[in-house]
């Protein structure tokens, strides 16, 4: 039978049917459409481009060798050119136009459930409904915005006019032939993408040329859009709600600044007519137009707002599904948390056509996503020393079948085994994990980084079986003690980590170590940051620097 959580209360987001589970829902689809419509823009402006450069080269195909003639050819070049790029300013503003209500509906979202997050002290008639459309300055604001963005297509389409114009001259004058003029220009305006590699795996594409161009003004304009339009609604509820918060969202995988990756805890959350900083800039909202280009230019980061008394939301992990290179490209250096991963045998000899490889491209997924920031990398080696491993499953009923269909002792009536996602078996130190093939990865993180936490917590005290550090050791004990108090950060005041017993310590010990993990420093307090790190130096483990 295992030991630790058969006697506790469930995660608290295992609540599928929560307000804030439903809202999370609803972030992550609204940041799944906003990716959309910005693909689709990028795709409209590259079937533009694809009518517009045979219709370029037949034109230089038609110049006459003589130089008086070059003005001629330009002329009808930019007419060409003007086209191609007020269609794509018409994308662009459809685009933006979309993300716009978007991001209304997403603010509805929160409205409609603000009387849970407020514990029935707020409603959605005292906020006014559902956001109904801008008016008045943010209208006039987006607007301007849309403008603005229409003369950036305006001067990526400048600059295939410069390009044309270098080409012909030159070929003008002899200095290159015709041919290779046209060439210079086909290449320059292909509309084609070439691989993203690192250390030996696809991570995505990037295109080349204008292209690229069209597609860095396409993200940054849609997505700024999408941000201001949310910082004037949340303006709008926050004169009726004096108290209101915003947070910002990083969307996280390998193309994420680390400034903005960094964006969790306490820095992430701001009154909303204060700026949020980010890398030492001062931003009202992601994307901000009077920030810095190093820190908005193809932000995918979104703010969303929220109330003093309302669960944080956890960064969105993008999950971009890496492909193999070239054959010969060196091998992808191992996650540091992939030499604690198993994979339970009814995923490594399932005869299901493609169930082993799917399994094992999801463990590769979840060590990947555990990540190598230097607290990552010090948890994952001292639970390595200390002989916890990962098992991973589809359910915990895999690995003990005898609790199929059993409510787990202290659960809400019709929770069973086997719909737990995870589960730390004391005896042996091993954390069991259910992972299944179509699993949300970021789910599957907090998991495993959770149950390493109670793994670690048994581990460090007299083995296997025994009980649990929190329990007997002074330091940790006292570092429990303080993340529970009164001063204690807001997720240690949630019931789960309250229980009595042993049960709250432990739960805590592990939602600690999960959240140092994971970089999440602002939400730890100095004791338990000093505990583990004094643990790390006992076991001969280098964290590393920040």
Same mark, same amino acid.
């Given at each position: 039978?295992?030991?630790?959580?058969?006697?506790?209360?469930? $995660? #608290?987001?295992?609540?599928?049917?929560?307000?804030?589970?439903?809202?999370?829902?609803?972030?992550?689809?609204?940041?799944?459409?906003?990716?959309?419509?910005?693909?689709?823009?990028?795709?409209?402006? /590259?079937?533009?481009? +694809?009518?517009?450069?045979?219709?370029?080269?037949?034109?230089?195909?038609?110049?006459?060798? *003589?130089?008086?003639?070059? &003005?001629?050819?330009?002329?009808?070049?930019? /007419?060409?050119?003007?086209?191609?790029?007020?269609?794509?300013?018409?994308?662009?503003?459809?685009?933006?136009?979309?993300?716009?209500?978007?991001?209304?509906?997403?603010?509805?979202?929160?409205?409609?459930?603000?009387?849970? $997050?407020?514990?029935?002290?707020?409603?959605?008639? &005292?906020?006014?409904?559902?956001?109904?459309?801008?008016?008045?300055?943010?209208?006039?604001?987006?607007?301007?915005?849309?403008?603005?963005?229409?003369?950036?297509?305006?001067?990526?389409?400048?600059?295939?006019?410069?390009?044309?114009?270098?080409?012909?001259?030159?070929?003008?004058?002899?200095?290159?032939?015709?041919?290779?003029?046209?060439?210079?220009?086909?290449?320059?305006?292909?509309?084609?993408?070439?691989?993203?590699?690192?250390? /030996?795996?696809?991570?995505?594409?990037?295109?080349?040329?204008?292209?690229?161009?069209?597609? &860095?003004?396409?993200?940054?304009?849609?997505?700024?859009?999408?941000?201001?339009?949310?910082?004037?609604?949340?303006?709008?509820?926050?004169?009726?709600?004096?108290?209101?918060?915003?947070?910002?969202?990083?969307?996280?995988?390998?193309?994420?600044?680390?400034?903005?990756?960094?964006?969790?805890?306490? *820095?992430?959350?701001? #009154?909303?007519?204060?700026?949020?900083?980010?890398?030492?800039?001062?931003?009202?909202?992601?994307?901000?137009?009077?920030?810095?280009?190093? !820190?908005?230019?193809?932000?995918?980061?979104?703010?969303?707002?929220?109330?003093?008394?309302?669960?944080?939301?956890?960064?969105?992990?993008?999950?971009?599904?890496?492909?193999?290179?070239?054959?010969?490209?060196?091998? +992808?250096?191992?996650?540091?948390?992939?030499?604690?991963?198993?994979?339970?045998?009814?995923?490594?000899?399932?005869?299901?056509?493609?169930?082993?490889?799917?399994?094992?491209?999801?463990?590769?997924?979840?060590? !990947?996503?555990?990540?190598?920031?230097?607290?990552?990398?010090?948890?994952?080696?001292?639970?390595?020393?200390? =002989?916890?491993?990962?098992?991973?499953?589809?359910?915990?009923?895999?690995?003990?079948?005898?609790?199929?269909?059993?409510? #787990?002792?202290?659960?809400?009536?019709?929770?069973?085994?086997?719909?737990?996602?995870?589960?730390?078996?004391?005896?042996?130190?091993?954390?069991?994990?259910?992972?299944?093939?179509?699993?949300?990865?970021?789910?599957?993180?907090?998991?495993?980084?959770?149950?390493?936490?109670?793994?670690?917590?048994?581990?460090?005290?007299?083995?296997?079986?025994?009980?649990?550090?929190?329990?007997?050791?002074?330091?940790?004990?006292?570092?429990?003690?303080?993340?529970?108090?009164?001063?204690? #950060?807001?997720?240690?005041?949630?019931?789960?980590?309250?229980?009595?017993?042993?049960?709250?310590?432990? !739960?805590?010990?592990?939602?600690?170590?999960?959240?140092?993990?994971?970089?999440?420093?602002?939400?730890?307090?100095?004791?338990?940051?000093?505990?583990?790190? =004094?643990?790390?130096?006992?076991?001969?483990?280098?964290?590393?620097?920040?």
């Amino acid at each position: 039978m295992p030991v630790g959580h058969a006697n506790l209360l469930p $995660f #608290p987001a295992r609540e599928a049917v929560s307000p804030h589970a439903a809202y999370r829902r609803a972030i992550l689809s609204a940041v799944r459409d906003l990716d959309k419509i910005t693909d689709e823009t990028v795709r409209a402006f /590259g079937r533009d481009l +694809k009518r517009l450069r045979p219709e370029i080269l037949r034109i230089m195909g038609e110049q006459p060798g *003589r130089a008086a003639a070059v &003005q001629t050819t330009l002329d009808r070049v930019g /007419g060409a050119v003007d086209r191609w790029a007020a269609a794509g300013g018409g994308h662009l503003r459809a685009g933006m136009d979309a993300v716009e209500e978007r991001a209304r509906t997403l603010t509805g979202e929160w409205v409609e459930r603000v009387g849970e $997050f407020s514990g029935d002290a707020i409603t959605p008639t &005292q906020i006014g409904g559902m956001p109904g459309g801008l008016v008045g300055v943010g209208k006039d604001n987006i607007e301007a915005l849309k403008v603005a963005a229409g003369e950036h297509v305006a001067q990526a389409g400048d600059e295939i006019k410069r390009r044309v114009a270098t080409q012909a001259r030159a070929a003008a004058l002899g200095l290159i032939s015709p041919q290779e003029a046209m060439s210079g220009v086909a290449e320059f305006i292909r509309p084609i993408r070439v691989p993203i590699v690192r250390a /030996g795996m696809v991570v995505g594409h990037r295109h080349i040329g204008v292209l690229a161009r069209a597609e &860095q003004i396409a993200r940054t304009e849609v997505g700024r859009a999408y941000t201001t339009a949310s910082q004037y609604q949340q303006t709008e509820i926050a004169e009726r709600i004096p108290e209101l918060r915003k947070q910002w969202i990083p969307v996280v995988d390998g193309k994420t600044r680390n400034s903005h990756a960094k964006m969790v805890g306490k *820095r992430a959350i701001v #009154p909303v007519d204060k700026p949020f900083t980010v890398g030492g800039a001062s931003l009202m909202h992601p994307v901000d137009f009077n920030g810095p280009a190093h !820190e908005v230019v193809n932000c995918r980061c979104i703010s969303v707002p929220m109330l003093p008394t309302q669960k944080p939301q956890a960064p969105v992990v993008s999950d971009p599904s890496p492909e193999p290179a070239e054959p010969k490209a060196k091998r +992808k250096r191992r996650p540091p948390a992939a030499k604690l991963l198993r994979r339970h045998s009814s995923l490594r000899k399932d005869p299901s056509s493609g169930r082993t490889k799917r399994a094992r491209e999801q463990a590769d997924k979840l060590a !990947e996503g555990m990540g190598n920031n230097p607290e990552a990398v010090a948890v994952a080696s001292l639970a390595d020393k200390l =002989g916890a491993k990962i098992i991973m499953v589809r359910a915990v009923t895999d690995i003990h079948p005898e609790l199929a269909g059993v409510r #787990p002792s202290g659960w809400p009536p019709g929770s069973t085994w086997d719909g737990v996602s995870g589960m730390h078996r004391g005896l042996d130190g091993h954390s069991v994990v259910a992972v299944g093939v179509d699993d949300r990865m970021e789910r599957s993180v907090y998991t495993a980084w959770h149950e390493l936490g109670h793994a670690i917590d048994n581990r460090l005290a007299d083995g296997p079986g025994g009980p649990y550090a929190s329990a007997i050791n002074r330091k940790l004990k006292a570092a429990v003690g303080e993340l529970r108090g009164k001063d204690g #950060p807001q997720w240690a005041k949630d019931a789960y980590f309250r229980q009595k017993g042993f049960a709250g310590p432990q !739960e805590t010990t592990a939602e600690a170590v999960q959240r140092y993990a994971t970089g999440q420093l602002d939400d730890l307090r100095p004791k338990f940051i000093q505990w583990i790190e =004094g643990v790390f130096e006992e076991h001969g483990v280098k964290r590393g620097k920040s």
